[in-house]
């Protein structure tokens, strides 16, 4: 009896493991765990959707490079949602979650689920509004304009096709998926805003009519899912009115449009808990409109969601730590962060009352030390090891000719006549140590915080 129950637990076990692979959860397509994504990454994934015979793709234009802007429809239901992505070039998230959504439509163990819904919605999802934005990884096209400030002037080519895609389709709802920076905090002093969320205004007044109301309520049903899956990580923008934006714009042509911006997560470089938590909001929007369920929410829901405070986090914090000078020793808090390629001296002073930091450290017991100059007289391959030897040796920058030097490692490397202060200075990129006992105990090259012990 004892093996039997034993086999028929086993078997069930077996039988759970392989839905939940089935689950929108798990279903995140190959090749876009990176930093950036381009054209070619989701093009694969948009013609192997058009062979489902539920998936109409169709080219709805050209940026201004000539690169394709396509639509993807399914299901033929009076209900309209709109989905769009990646408007600014360098807000790669949503992107990478709608090919997730189009795995997750097309795989053949959810034809029932897609059966149940076709002839009661039909979905428009245009993937990477700003293919020329994402292929050279800047927020604006290849003119310089803000695609997103271009609604109403409509002097982009991709705006154009934005805009008469939305009234030709005439959505019911419409879903802006944007990225956000990494510094937004969910509230004062709360967790990382991972997902942010907006209903956005129709006018200057930021009136509540009954199209934006049940935007609101729609946001209010998704947040439910947000804080199980992330409790602590939902943010909320300020509704200012923004003329120029098609998020404000669609709410003004009578769109239930919900704003979703993708922010950081803890150890987490290229935003997959948010993409995550993206592609599974998408299966509950198409599920919540069919069942009507999201109608139960209160418009107090949406509005009790903490509102995003910005600057609440930073890549590294040091917390008081001792600085001597020639006119005096003092404690501050040291902020840093990642700033592109060049990660800098964000903030000094008083730090740790309102920020949080990626990573942080308690420097009370610790001095500032800047580190000294390695000159370089021949080629030299830094390695990690090779670099932490330097590093505790007590060199933090170099000198001579740069060229020489081939950097192996992912911690950055810092000229001495751009970092070379004896205090830390604002603005300055960050390259020197933390002493205790006279002993270099830490290295801080950026936002990398070494461990020299």
Same mark, same amino acid.
């Given at each position: 009896?004892?093996?039997?129950?034993?086999?028929?637990?086993?078997?069930?076990?077996?039988?759970?493991?392989?839905?939940?692979?089935?689950?929108?959860?798990?279903? =995140?397509?190959?090749?876009?765990?990176?930093?950036?994504?381009?054209?070619?990454?989701?093009?694969?994934?948009?013609?192997?959707?058009?062979?489902?015979?539920?998936?109409?793709?169709?080219?709805?234009? !050209?940026?201004?490079?000539?690169?394709?802007?396509?639509?993807?429809?399914?299901? !033929?239901?009076?209900?309209?949602?709109?989905?769009?992505?990646?408007?600014?070039?360098?807000?790669?998230?949503?992107?990478?979650?709608?090919?997730?959504?189009?795995?997750?439509?097309? =795989?053949?163990?959810?034809? #029932?689920?897609?059966?149940?819904?076709?002839?009661?919605?039909?979905?428009?999802?245009?993937?990477?509004?700003?293919?020329?934005?994402?292929? =050279?990884?800047?927020?604006?096209?290849?003119?310089?304009?803000?695609?997103?400030?271009?609604?109403?002037?409509?002097?982009?080519?991709?705006?154009?096709?934005?805009?008469?895609?939305?009234?030709?389709?005439?959505?019911?709802?419409?879903?802006?998926?944007?990225? #956000?920076?990494?510094?937004?905090?969910?509230?004062?002093?709360?967790?990382?805003?991972?997902?942010?969320?907006?209903?956005?205004?129709?006018?200057?007044?930021?009136?509540?009519?009954?199209?934006?109301?049940?935007?609101?309520?729609?946001?209010?049903?998704?947040?439910?899912?947000?804080?199980?899956?992330?409790?602590?990580?939902?943010?909320?923008?300020?509704?200012?009115?923004?003329?120029?934006?098609?998020?404000?714009?669609?709410?003004?042509?009578?769109?239930?449009?919900?704003?979703?911006?993708?922010?950081?997560?803890?150890?987490?470089?290229?935003?997959?808990?948010?993409?995550?938590?993206?592609?599974?909001?998408?299966?509950?929007?198409?599920?919540?409109?069919?069942?009507?369920?999201? #109608?139960?929410?209160?418009?107090?829901?949406?509005?009790?969601?903490?509102?995003?405070?910005?600057?609440?986090?930073?890549?590294?914090?040091?917390?008081?730590?001792?600085?001597?000078?020639?006119?005096?020793?003092?404690?501050?808090?040291?902020?840093?962060?990642?700033?592109?390629?060049?990660?800098?001296?964000?903030?000094?002073?008083?730090?740790?009352?309102?920020?949080?930091?990626?990573?942080?450290?308690?420097?009370?017991?610790?001095?500032?030390?800047?580190?000294?100059?390695?000159?370089?007289?021949?080629?030299?391959?830094?390695?990690?090891?090779?670099?932490?030897?330097?590093?505790?040796?007590?060199?933090?920058?170099?000198?001579?000719?740069?060229?020489?030097?081939?950097?192996?490692?992912?911690?950055?490397?810092? =000229?001495?006549?751009?970092?070379?202060?004896?205090?830390?200075?604002?603005?300055?990129?960050?390259?020197?140590?933390?002493?205790?006992?006279?002993?270099?105990?830490?290295?801080?090259?950026?936002?990398?915080?070494?461990?020299?012990?």
């Amino acid at each position: 009896m004892i093996m039997r129950l034993y086999v028929l637990a086993a078997a069930f076990l077996a039988l759970s493991t392989s839905t939940l692979a089935n689950t929108i959860e798990d279903t =995140a397509v190959a090749g876009l765990d990176k930093p950036a994504i381009y054209y070619a990454d989701i093009e694969p994934h948009l013609k192997r959707a058009a062979k489902h015979p539920s998936v109409t793709l169709k080219q709805i234009g !050209t940026s201004f490079q000539g690169q394709a802007l396509n639509s993807l429809k399914i299901g !033929t239901g009076p209900i309209k949602v709109m989905m769009w992505s990646q408007m600014h070039g360098d807000e790669n998230t949503a992107t990478a979650a709608l090919m997730d959504f189009l795995s997750f439509i097309t =795989a053949d163990e959810n034809a #029932q689920w897609l059966e149940s819904w076709q002839q009661k919605v039909t979905l428009l999802i245009i993937p990477m509004v700003n293919p020329d934005g994402a292929a =050279a990884q800047t927020r604006h096209n290849a003119q310089g304009i803000d695609l997103n400030r271009d609604a109403k002037a409509l002097r982009t080519k991709e705006g154009q096709i934005l805009m008469t895609a939305a009234d030709e389709f005439k959505p019911d709802f419409g879903f802006n998926l944007h990225d #956000q920076n990494a510094y937004y905090g969910a509230g004062k002093m709360g967790e990382q805003a991972t997902i942010s969320v907006l209903a956005p205004a129709y006018n200057e007044a930021r009136e509540v009519n009954k199209i934006r109301g049940e935007a609101m309520q729609f946001i209010a049903h998704l947040a439910k899912t947000v804080e199980t899956m992330i409790p602590g990580h939902l943010g909320k923008y300020n509704d200012s009115y923004s003329y120029r934006s098609f998020g404000d714009t669609f709410s003004e042509k009578g769109i239930r449009t919900i704003l979703i911006e993708s922010g950081a997560y803890s150890n987490d470089p290229n935003r997959q808990i948010a993409r995550k938590v993206n592609r599974v909001l998408y299966k509950k929007t198409i599920d919540s409109i069919t069942s009507g369920e999201w #109608q139960s929410a209160k418009i107090a829901q949406y509005h009790a969601i903490p509102f995003n405070t910005k600057d609440n986090w930073v890549d590294l914090l040091i917390d008081d730590v001792t600085v001597k000078s020639e006119l005096g020793d003092y404690q501050i808090d040291i902020a840093i962060n990642n700033k592109g390629q060049s990660p800098i001296i964000k903030e000094l002073g008083d730090i740790s009352s309102i920020r949080q930091g990626y990573t942080s450290l308690d420097a009370s017991n610790l001095n500032f030390r800047t580190g000294n100059s390695f000159v370089l007289n021949e080629s030299l391959t830094l390695t990690e090891n090779k670099y932490k030897e330097l590093l505790i040796q007590g060199y933090s920058c170099f000198s001579g000719d740069i060229n020489m030097l081939e950097n192996s490692t992912n911690w950055p490397v810092y =000229a001495c006549k751009s970092v070379f202060t004896s205090i830390p200075s604002l603005h300055a990129p960050a390259a020197f140590f933390l002493q205790a006992n006279g002993k270099n105990k830490y290295a801080v090259l950026g936002a990398k915080l070494i461990n020299l012990e």
